[in-house]
């Protein structure tokens, strides 16, 4: 691989940014990383498991004559962060994030920022359940997209270059303006979140049915929502303060649907259940012919001899 940048600076050390470090080391595709974490028991882990090659004290620090800098803090303090920084920033450095919301990031990042450094807002669309440091692995990105919402006048150059850095990732990467982003999002992951966090509360609320029997006999259904509704709770409450307006209409929209699906149900109403249950069939094998889940029961986690081979 080729060395993009010569130093790189990540600010916030969790799941997201952990798995960006393991992966620019793998593949040598930066000189040294630097790193900063809020918490001194982060940082030191960050230091432990070789995520980082320097860790600072602070994030002002951290960036310092670094070319490449990634924001991996939650939402609500990115605007506090860039501020920080923002005088230390190294002069054509690339700036970007990898926060689930981009509208609201770029109000909150951009006006901070000297018109020398080129900001290119960015969204890695992979995860898991888990959290922290220690949660971190290179082939977390492989074969996930990657959406970038380059601003107005963005630099071309700084553009493909971190393109070329994501898919050396293993990352498939489009662009796309971020309004059309968060709606997206809203679609296929923050309402799903957000219902999967009611869901598994109904179950708690649900006093006819222990705890016991909640847990013993979790249906594969109920199996995906505790997954999801295990997600960092300060993230998605960051998400849904900042991505409001397009998480409203989707759930809307949503109980719209599940008006109708009660309404059917109640009438007995067959014909309607099973046709609406085979359009929606087919949205899920399409998901899976996209290559972004398996059949298998692993949430389309790859093996990572399988990975290897892939690449």
Known sequence: MTILYNNVALIGLGLIASSIGHGLKKNGLCKTISGYAKTSKTRKKAIELNIVDKICETAKEAVIDADLIIISTPIGVMGDVAKEIAPALKKGATLTDVGSVKEDVISLIEPHL???????????VAGTERSGPESGFAELFYDRWCLLTPVPNTDQFALSKLIEMWENLGARVDTM??????????VTSHSPHLIAYTMVGVADDLRRVTNSE??????AGFRDFTRIAASDPTMWRDVFLHNKEATLEIL???TE????LQRAIRKGDGNFLHEYFSRTRKIRRGIVEAGQDTDSPDFGRRNLTEIEDKK
């Open 114 to 124: 000297p018109s020398s450094v080129h900001f290119i807002p960015g969204h890695p």
């Open 257 to 260: 649907e599940l008006f109708s």
């Open 214 to 219: 909640v847990v013993n006999y979790s249906a």
């Open 252 to 254: 809307g929209r949503f």
């Open 177 to 186: 303006d971020a309004k059309h982003h968060d709606l997206v999002l809203a």
